[in-house]
């Protein structure tokens, strides 16, 4: 068997369509078991601190209310389980994401850091050899 390095392979994110979101969670669950069972065979594992779970609706009422289900993964360390709720705001690749894929919160975690950036820039431009004028515009 060639070794493998840690490298190669990476786990990004396991997605799955159903009529109904128990359904939903049971395919992510058993996808994720093939996927811990493939790499433990090879020497690797999962990154346990990156594991949330999000179920996205197109219903607008009844989405954060109620009992949606959690899943119940394996640890690193043999048997051992952990269970993840599912969360109402999730970032992935600097975007964040909530159930609807309504963007609100994305964009005000945006405009903050822009005013955050602009602000430093000013902050610059009082000094005595800061920015220049022209580029506080």
């Known amino acids: 068997m060639q070794p493998y390095s840690p ?36 020497g690797l594992k999962t990154d346990q601190v990156k594991n ?14 109620g009992n949606r289900p959690s899943i119940t993964i394996p640890t690193d360390r043999e048997g051992q389980l952990k269970t993840i709720p599912p969360a109402s705001l999730m ?7 909530n159930p609807h894929l309504k963007f609100i919160e ?19 431009g009082n000094s005595i050899q800061g920015i220049h004028q022209s580029h506080l515009q």
Do not use: P
């Open 91 to 97: 970032k992935y690749l600097g975007i964040w994401f």
């Open 106 to 124: 994305h964009t005000k975690n945006m405009v903050l850091k822009a005013m955050s950036t602009a602000h430093a820039l000013r902050m610059l």
């Open 52 to 65: 949330e779970l999000m179920h996205f609706t197109k219903t607008r009422t009844g989405c954060n209310a």
């Open 7 to 42: 490298l190669h392979y990476t786990l990004s994110s396991l997605s799955a369509s159903a009529e109904n979101q128990a359904d939903s969670t049971k395919l992510v669950k058993l996808a994720f078991m093939e996927s811990h069972t493939w790499l433990k065979e090879r």
